[in-house]
């Protein structure tokens, strides 16, 4: 049968969001990108135009994140559902692990290769995020990134202003007005 990727182990013992979650470890790892404990990834930029990752998968993880930068939840949402991360599943389908249809569940020989994987004992960060999932990452910051919500937005408060627009201020402007 052969050999599984890491991202075959992911999405066989967590899903396409494991994939994504993967990926993202593995370029944090490379200091591609940078996640902030407030979820916030940004790709780091050695070059205006750098070398793509050899990874299909890496490679539209950081297609998504724009200059500025984006929160967490969405971005994983969204490459869990990329054409790359759905190539995966299909990999597992040929290999019988996976169930054809809509909805990508293991087969039997897909949950015993699941449970033979999470009982393995892995070496590195990325394997044990891809077989065990988010909890079993080591680096205790990263783990608490994965395993967390991204925090709800601040509502901040509506302030009264004196008329319609900012213009309208009954403050005199004599620091400019002498030119």
């Known amino acids: 049968m052969g050999e599984l990727s890491t991202y ?11 994939v994504a979650q993967t990926a993202l470890l593995g370029l944090a790892e490379r200091r591609r990108v940078r996640i902030s404990r407030a979820h916030r990834v940004e790709a780091v930029r050695e070059e205006p135009d750098g070398p793509a990752p050899d990874d299909p998968v890496q490679a539209a993880l950081l297609e998504r994140v724009p ?3 984006t ?5 994983l949402a969204a490459v869990a559902g ?5 190539a995966v599943a299909d990999a597992l389908r040929e290999r019988g692990l996976l169930r054809r249809g809509r909805t990508p569940r293991p087969t039997r020989e897909g949950r015993a290769k699941a449970r033979e994987l999470a009982e393995t004992p892995a070496t590195s960060d990325i394997a044990r995020l891809a077989a065990l999932g988010p909890a079993a990452v080591e680096d205790p910051r990263t783990r608490e990134i994965l395993t967390t919500d991204d925090p ?28």
Not at 71 to 75: C, I, K, V
Not at 82 to 86: G, I, K, Q, S, T
Not at 165 to 176: C, V
């Open 152 to 179: 709800k937005p601040i509502k901040l408060p509506r302030t009264k202003h004196r008329g319609d627009n900012l213009d309208s201020s009954n403050l005199s402007d004599t620091q400019y007005g002498s030119y």
């Open 8 to 18: 075959e182990i992911a999405f066989l013992c967590g899903g396409p969001l494991r």
């Open 71 to 75: 929160l967490l939840g969405p971005l």
């Open 67 to 69: 200059g500025t930068g």
């Open 82 to 86: 990329a054409p790359e991360v759905l």
